[in-house]
């Protein structure tokens, strides 16, 4: 599956953003899904997963509260809404699937991905 991440920009502390991560190629709804991130000079961090029929999500301690992950398997993709931004959230945002039989297992690490989108890159100022 081909994937296309999409809604970073510059944001204020405090803001809301929210990015996409639209799939080609193949159906959405045959895969879990995940978020990561790697900010500037920093591992790619693992953000928030979603299970390929949305009713199981897992977060990052780092952003739980803050970030909702959801999907829309019609429209083939995936959204992470991120309320209160901070200057740390600062990074390049990928999305990634993986190919699942079961439809409720989430996966937070990403050697558990097989797809990766391009990346949006996502700024916070103070």
């Known amino acids: 599956v081909q994937l296309q991440a999409s809604g970073g920009g510059l944001v204020l502390a405090g803001d809301s953003l929210r990015v996409s991560c639209t799939a080609s190629?193949?159906?959405?709804?045959?895969?879990?899904m995940g978020w990561f991130r790697q900010p500037p000079g920093q591992e790619r961090q693992f953000v928030a997963t979603?299970?390929?029929?949305?009713?199981?999500?897992y977060y990052a301690d780092s952003v739980k509260g803050r970030f909702t992950i959801s999907r829309d398997n019609s429209r083939n993709t995936v959204y992470l809404q991120m309320n209160n931004l901070k200057p740390e959230d600062t990074a390049v945002y990928y999305c990634?699937?993986?190919?699942?039989?079961?439809?409720?297992?989430?996966?937070?690490?990403?050697?558990?991905?097989?797809?990766w989108g391009q990346g949006t890159l996502v700024t916070v100022s103070s």
């Open positions: 990634a699937a993986r190919y699942a039989a079961d439809s409720f297992n989430v996966y937070y690490a990403d050697t558990s991905y097989n797809d």
């Open positions: 190629g193949s159906t959405l709804s045959r895969y879990a």
């Open positions: 979603i299970s390929r029929n949305g009713r199981s999500t």
